[in-house]
C-alpha cells in the first residue's frame, strides 16, 4: 500500500474529481472565497518574514505598527552578514545535509537491495532489529549517544551532527518496501548473463529506484537541515554551529533586532522553500509515504 | 583490505548461482551458503552498524543508565529503581506531564479535523487551487528554529500582527506568549501552522482512495452534499483518522523544539513539557539517570498508546495499522 503511494500523486488532478466541481457548476466563486483567506493566513508568517528582513531597524518598533514598510533595505541582511557567522553556519548545514543525503542514499538502498532480495543467514532477524527501531524515539538516545559521541572526541565538531544522518531505519526500511514491490525476473536475467549483484544493483535496479530515492532524499533533506535537537546538544562550539542553532543562539543574543532576525530567518528558510516549490509533488509523495509507513 | 576480499568474494559468490532458477538460489552446501552470508550481509551491514549502533545500543545503554545516579563525570552509583521512585513524586514532572497533557488535547483535535477540512476543500479542480496548495502546505518546510522567531515576532504584545489586528477591531491587547495561561495556546497555533501540511495530505490520499461508485451511488439515491459527507466519505476515512491521530498524539507528547525557540519552558513554567524537562534535567542538571528514567518512562507510554489504539482499531475492525 505504501509504495503504491510513491508512484501515484496523492495530488488530485483533473480527471477524477471533476464530478465535485459539476454540482456547483460556474460558482466556484464560492470555493475561493473560502480557500483564499486560509491561504492567505498560511502565507502570512512567511510574508511578515521577508518583509520585516527589508525594512529599516527604525520602522519596526514604530507606533502603530505597519504590515507594509515604506522603504526597504538590505541593512539587515549586510548587518547579519557583518555581525554574525551566517556564512560559516550556512556553509555546515550545506556540509550535514549533503553527506547526509548521499550516505542515505547509498547505504539505505545497499541495504534495502540486500533484504528485498538476497537470502542469508540472519536477514529475518536483522530485518526485525531494523523496524523495531523505528519504535525507538529519539528523546531515549539523546543522552547515551552524548556520552558516546563525547568519549570519541566528536563533540562540538561538525561529525557529531553528521554521524546520525548516515542511515536510518526508515531509509533501510523506504527502500526494501520499494524493492520488493519491482518484479524480480530482470534482475535474474542479469544474473543468467553473469551479471553481479552489485553490477545488477548499480545497473538495473538503481536506475529503476528514482522515485524511492528521491523520497528518501527529501526526507532527510528536511530532517538534517532543520535539525535542533541534536545540534543543541551536541555542539557548544560557535565554529561549529548548524545553521538553525545559530539563528536559535542569535535570538537569544539579539532579541529586539528584528530586521537582523528575519534576514537570519530567510537564509535558514528560503533554500527550502525553493526546493519546496519546485519539487512540491515529490515532498508531498514523501509526506504521505512517511505517514503511511506504519 | 579486508573490504576489498569481500568485494572479491562477493562477485564470484554468484558464479554458483548463476544457470539457476531462483527458488535454486537458497543455499545448498555449507561453502554457498557461506558465500551467501557474506553477500548478503556486505549489502546489509554498513547500514546496519550505524542503525543499530545508533539506537539499540544507546537504547540498552540508557536503561542501564536509569538505574544509576549519574552526572556524566565522577562515578556512577547504582540506585536501583530509586529513578523511577523518584518520577512519582516529582512534582515538577507531574507538572512538565500536565502542561504536555494541555498542549496534546489542543493540538491533536485541532490538527486532525483541520487536515480533514482543508483536504475537503483543496481535493477539487479549481483555477488558483495550485497556489493555495502551495500556500498552505510550505509551511511544511519550516524548521522550529525559524517559527520560533516568526512566533515571537508575530505575537510580540507591542507590535506584533496579533495584537495590531485585535486592535484595528477595538477588542483588548493579549500578552500572548508572556502570559502563562495563553503561551501555550500560541505554540500550538504555530504547531498547526507548521504541521497543517502533513494531515491534509494523508487524507487528500484517502480521499483519492474512495471509490468514485460509491459517491455516485449516493449521488444517485438523493443524498445532498451533506449526506454523502457523513455517510460514505467519513466512514471511509475512518483508519486514516485512527492512524493519523496516534501518529498526532507521539509527536504531541515529544514536543520540545517550539518550546526551545519561543518559551524556553516559560512564563512561570507553563509550558514545560516532558522533553523540556528532559532535557533541562539531563544537559543542564546533569542528572543523566534519572533523565534516563523519564525518557524510559515517555519510551512505556508511546508504547501504551500505540498497542492500545491497534488492538482497539484491530477489535473495531478498523484497518489502521
Known amino acids: 500500500m505504501a509504495v503504491q503511494m510513491l508512484s501515484r500523486s496523492p495530488v488530485p488532478d483533473a480527471p477524477d474529481d471533476i464530478r465535485l466541481t459539476r454540482r456547483g457548476g460556474r460558482r466556484h466563486w464560492w470555493w475561493h472565497v473560502l480557500l483564499a483567506p486560509i491561504a492567505l493566513l498560511f502565507a502570512l508568517p512567511f510574508i511578515q518574514m521577508f518583509l520585516t528582513a527589508l525594512t529599516p531597524a527604525s520602522e519596526i518598533n514604530k507606533f502603530p ?3 507594509f514598510p515604506t522603504t526597504l533595505t538590505l541593512d539587515g541582511f549586510e548587518k547579519l552578514f557583518a555581525e554574525s557567522d551566517i556564512l560559516r553556519w550556512l556553509l555546515n548545514t550545506a556540509i550535514v545535509s549533503a553527506v547526509g543525503v548521499t550516505a542515505h542514499l547509498v547505504l539505505c538502498s545497499l541495504a534495502g537491495y540486500g533484504f528485498a532480495r538476497l537470502r542469508f543467514p540472519g536477514r529475518t532477524f536483522g530485518f526485525f532489529a531494523v523496524v523495531a527501531t523505528i519504535m525507538i524515539p529519539t528523546q531515549l538516545l539523546m543522552v547515551p549517544t552524548y556520552v558516546m559521541f563525547a568519549r570519541v572526541g566528536l563533540i562540538d565538531t561538525l561529525g557529531a551532527a553528521i554521524v546520525p544522518w548516515l542511515a536510518s531505519a526508515f531509509g533501510i526500511f523506504l527502500m526494501r518496501q520499494f524493492f520488493l514491490s519491482l518484479p524480480a525476473e530482470l534482475e535474474e536475467a542479469a544474473v543468467l548473463d553473469g551479471c553481479s549483484r552489485l553490477q545488477v544493483f548499480g545497473r538495473i535496479v538503481l536506475p529503476l529506484a528514482k522515485p524511492a530515492l528521491a523520497t528518501l532524499a527529501i526526507f532527510t533533506l528536511l530532517g538534517s537541515w532543520n535539525d ?3 545540534p543543541l546538544i551536541a555542539i557548544n562550539d560557535p565554529a561549529s554551529f548548524t545553521l538553525q ?12 533586532d528584528w530586521s537582523l532576525l528575519m534576514a537570519g530567518n530567510v ?9 519546496f516549490v519546485i519539487a512540491q509533488r515529490q515532498f508531498i509523495a514523501t509526506m504521505t509515504f512517511s ?3 506504519g | 583490505m579486508a573490504s576489498t576480499t569481500a568485494g572479491v568474494r562477493r562477485r564470484s559468490a554468484l558464479l554458483p548461482q548463476a544457470h539457476a532458477p531462483r527458488a535454486a538460489t537458497r543455499p545448498g552446501s555449507r561453502k554457498e551458503r557461506r558465500r551467501a552470508g557474506i553477500q548478503g550481509w556486505g549489502f546489509v551491514a554498513p547500514a546496519l552498524l550505524i542503525v543499530l549502533g545508533l539506537s539499540i545500543f544507546p537504547a540498552v545503554w540508557a536503561f542501564w543508565l536509569s538505574l544509576q545516579s549519574w552526572d556524566g563525570f565522577s562515578t556512577p552509583t547504582w540506585v536501583g529503581l530509586g529513578n523511577y521512585q523518584a518520577m512519582v513524586t516529582d512534582a515538577a514532572l507531574r507538572d512538565a506531564v500536565g502542561h504536555t497533557i494541555l498542549y496534546t488535547v489542543l493540538f491533536v483535535p485541532a490538527s486532525v479535523l483541520l487536515g480533514m477540512a482543508l483536504a475537503l476543500l483543496l481535493n477539487r479542480t479549481l483555477p488558483l487551487i495550485g497556489v493555495y496548495r502551495t500556500a498552505i502546505f510550505v509551511p511544511f518546510v519550516a524548521s522550529a ?33 508572556e502570559d502563562p495561561s495563553q503561551a501555550m495556546v500560541v505554540i500550538t497555533l504555530m504547531s498547526l501552522w507548521g504541521q497543517a501540511a502533513f494531515t491534509t495530505v494523508i487524507y487528500l490520499a484517502a480521499l483519492q482512495d474512495i471509490p468514485v461508485e460509491l459517491l455516485e451511488a449516493a449521488r444517485i439515491d438523493g443524498a445532498n452534499r451533506w449526506q454523502s459527507f457523513w455517510h460514505v466519505t467519513f466512514p471511509q476515512l475512518a483508519p486514516v483518522t485512527v492512524f493519523v491521530t496516534v501518529w498526532q498524539v507521539i509527536g504531541a507528547i515529544q514536543l520540545f523544539d517550539l518550546v526551545y525557540t519561543t518559551t524556553r519552558g516559560g512564563p512561570l513554567d507553563a509550558t514545560q513539557t516532558i522533553v523540556y524537562y528532559l532535557w533541562q534535567t539531563a544537559f543542564k542538571s546533569l542528572e543523566f539517570g534519572y533523565a534516563s528514567a523519564v525518557a524510559y518512562g515517555l519510551f512505556a507510554v508511546t508504547l501504551v498508546i500505540t498497542g492500545g489504539v491497534v488492538l482497539y482499531s484491530r477489535r473495531a475492525k478498523v484497518e489502521a495499522f
Do not use: E
Open chain 1, 65 to 67: 505598527p505597519r504590515l
Open chain 1, 228 to 230: 535542533l535537537v541534536w
Open chain 1, 245 to 256: 542553532l545559530g539563528i536559535t543562539n542569535f535570538q537569544g543574543d539579539r532579541r529586539t
Open chain 1, 267 to 275: 537564509v535558514a528558510t528560503l533554500p527550502l522553500i525553493l526546493f
Open chain 1, 291 to 293: 505517514g503511511l509507513k
Open chain 2, 145 to 177: 528554529a525559524a517559527t520560533g522567531i516568526l512566533t515571537t515576532y508575530l505575537f510580540n504584545p507591542q507590535f506584533g500582527l496579533a495584537n495590531t489586528v485585535l486592535r484595528a477591531l477595538h477588542l483588548p491587547q493579549q500578552g500572548w506568549l
